[in-house]
């Protein structure tokens, strides 16, 4: 399956759609999400382990983890791209936002902007995942433009130009950051 197809399968099982890169040799001993989980790798190699049985996923393989499934995960030593889906019964929360940025090697940075605050068009050299904690921010990408509230959340892959406008109150938020260049010696 293509990136593309996966991506759209993704979506019509009403996945939540996420791109990732994970630091080669992360060790995420035992644990479950509280979230449906299915990845393509697109490069490098992660080894997810079920029931004592590790099973390595390469480029080009798929794998899914239900949620609430006890299962621990061994990045390799190249790291691992994934291109995942997540899939929650319920309201994300602030903690499984943080803890899910985390896990996938964000620092996590709570802040805000000043009423009315905004940004010409710029692109960053990191990725960004934010969830709003109040108030609102409006982010325009693609020809399209996205209001944000509270409880929402959004991705800004590295080098995607936007642009952002705060509303009249402000915004308070919490906001992942991580950098997936690999530097060349």
Same mark, same amino acid.
């Not at 030593?77 to 985390?102: C, I």
């Not at 399209?144 to 642009?163: R, S, Y």
């Given at each position: 399956?293509?990136?593309?197809?996966?991506?759209?399968?993704?979506?019509?099982?009403? *996945?939540?759609?996420?791109?990732?890169?994970?630091?080669?040799?992360?060790?995420?001993?035992?644990?479950?999400?509280?979230?449906?989980?299915?990845?393509?790798?697109?490069?490098?190699?992660?080894?997810?382990?079920?029931?004592?049985?590790?099973?390595? *996923?390469?480029?080009?393989?798929?794998?899914?983890?239900?949620?609430?499934?006890?299962?621990?995960?061994?990045?390799?030593?190249?790291?691992?791209?994934?291109?995942?889906?997540?899939?929650?019964?319920?309201?994300?929360?602030?903690?499984?936002?943080?803890?899910?940025?985390?896990?996938?090697?964000?620092?996590?940075?709570?802040?805000?902007?000043?009423?009315?605050?905004?940004?010409?068009?710029?692109?960053?050299?990191?990725?960004?995942?934010?969830?709003?904690?109040?108030?609102?921010?409006?982010?325009?990408?693609?020809?399209?433009?996205?209001?944000?509230?509270?409880?929402?959340?959004?991705?800004?892959?590295?080098?995607?130009?936007?642009?952002?406008?705060?509303?009249?109150?402000?915004?308070? *938020?919490?906001?992942?950051?991580?950098?997936?260049?690999?530097?060349?010696?």
């Amino acid at each position: 399956m293509d990136k593309t197809e996966f991506e759209t399968a993704l979506r019509s099982e009403g *996945y939540r759609v996420v791109n990732s890169a994970v630091k080669p040799n992360l060790v995420a001993p035992n644990h479950c999400h509280d979230f449906d989980a299915k990845a393509l790798v697109l490069g490098g190699d992660i080894t997810i382990t079920c029931d004592n049985t590790p099973v390595t *996923y390469r480029t080009g393989q798929c794998f899914e983890v239900p949620a609430g499934r006890m299962h621990a995960e061994h990045v390799g030593p190249e790291g691992v791209a994934l291109l995942s889906g997540r899939r929650r019964t319920g309201p994300l929360t602030v903690e499984a936002f943080e803890s899910d940025l985390r896990r996938e090697g964000f620092d996590v940075i709570h802040g805000g902007q000043k009423p009315c605050f905004a940004e010409e068009l710029h692109a960053h050299d990191f990725d960004v995942r934010i969830m709003v904690l109040g108030g609102e921010i409006s982010v325009a990408r693609d020809g399209n433009c996205v209001t944000f509230k509270a409880g929402d959340n959004c991705e800004i892959p590295e080098g995607c130009q936007h642009t952002t406008q705060v509303g009249p109150e402000g915004v308070a *938020y919490v906001v992942g950051k991580a950098s997936r260049r690999v530097s060349v010696n």
